[in-house]
């Protein structure tokens, strides 16, 4: 058994750049490498990951007709997703993010959103069908609110889970908040959405009782090293990270989401036990450079 899987997001070329150290305003600093093209996005990352992991994965996306996408659609293919609803913008270029990473592994990251953010709820509407027989539908914000909130009305009047990972982090309209089944943050997400800053368990229960309270069935909040907290009506609790030499963390939230959507319910894989498979998927991922490359098969994750 597999889940079927629509995931709703931004394809970006990201333009890497390793650093010892991040420069400070007005600073200029020597670089040992040279800069490298990787195919990224949140959506294209979580799409692949999903469709790694194994599961009927449709994503719906926009790039612009500059060609900078195309070295996607390769693994893209390989991965087995549904690339039909891959729009192409008329008038917009295909997204870009610029990234660099230091010698820690953590980044900093500025998108161009282009075509990402011509995706209009018209553009949702021609894969209606294919979400309504999904199993989850997963959105992030690299692209439109409308079209998040098209995508998941469709989802919810068909009985379809819908999973936000509210990246970048934004304020979130009441519609949008009230459509939303699953939310996937991080710490630093689900503080600029809650105003209740993460700093300990109790944080943690209190950051996961405002989104319950505003009707969110599960609140899963990934925490990088200190592992992922989640909460359900009921039942809480903090699921161990594994630890790992990391060499670069971008998508590492990505390949998180894209694991548990594809894994939870799956041959009675439970919540707590998504999670778990979804922190060793994410785990490898941040042993390796880059965004997709980086992302591991199912495979992988079973061998930990
Ligand atoms: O989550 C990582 C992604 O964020 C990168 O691939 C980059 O494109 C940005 O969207």
């Given at each position: 058994m597999t889940n079927k899987v629509v995931i709703l997001g931004s394809t970006n070329v990201d333009q890497f750049l390793t650093v010892e150290r991040y420069a400070k305003p007005g600073e200029t600093l020597h670089v040992e490498k040279g800069q490298k093209s990787y195919g990224g996005g949140k959506g294209a990352n979580q799409a692949i990951a999903t469709a790694r992991m194994g599961a009927e994965t449709t994503f719906i996306s926009k790039v612009?007709?500059?060609?900078?996408?195309?070295?996607?659609?390769?693994?893209?293919?390989?991965?087995?997703?549904?690339?039909?609803?891959?729009?192409?913008?008329?008038?917009?270029?295909?997204?870009?993010?610029?990234?660099?990473?230091?010698?820690?592994?953590?980044?900093?990251?500025?998108v161009y959103g282009g075509a990402n953010m011509a995706i209009t709820p018209e553009d949702v509407d021609k894969a209606a069908s294919k979400i309504k027989e999904a199993d989850y539908i997963a959105a992030q914000l690299e692209v439109p609110v409308p079209a998040i909130i098209q995508a998941f009305k469709i989802a919810r009047?068909?009985?379809?889970?819908?999973?936000?990972?509210?990246?970048?982090?934004?304020?979130?309209?009441?519609?949008?908040?009230?459509?939303?089944?699953?939310?996937?943050?991080?710490?630093?997400?689900?503080?600029?959405?809650?105003?209740?800053?993460?700093?300990?368990?109790k944080s943690m229960a209190q950051n996961a009782d405002y989104f319950l309270d505003l009707g969110i069935k599960v609140v899963v909040i990934t925490l990088g090293e200190q592992g992922t907290y989640y909460a359900v009506e009921g039942d809480s609790g903090l699921v161990k990270a594994y630890t790992v030499q990391t060499v670069d963390t971008t998508a590492a939230g990505d390949t998180f989401i894209g694991a548990f959507v594809s894994g939870f319910g799956v041959s009675k894989m439970n919540l707590v036990e998504a999670i778990d498979y979804a922190n060793k998927a994410a785990s490898l991922t941040v042993q390796k450079p880059g965004a997709q490359a980086s992302i591991p098969l199912a495979s992988e994750v079973d061998n930990i």
């Open positions: 612009g007709k500059d060609g900078l996408a195309d070295f996607m659609f390769d693994d893209f293919k390989e991965a087995g997703m549904n690339i039909d609803y891959i729009l192409e913008s008329e008038t917009e270029d295909t997204g870009q993010a610029f990234i660099t990473v230091d010698a820690e592994g953590s980044n900093t990251i500025y009047e068909a009985g379809v889970t819908t999973v936000l990972n509210p990246a970048p982090a934004e304020k979130l309209p009441e519609e949008l908040l009230s459509l939303i089944d699953v939310i996937v943050p991080n710490e630093f997400e689900a503080e600029i959405l809650s105003g209740i800053p993460v700093t300990d368990e």
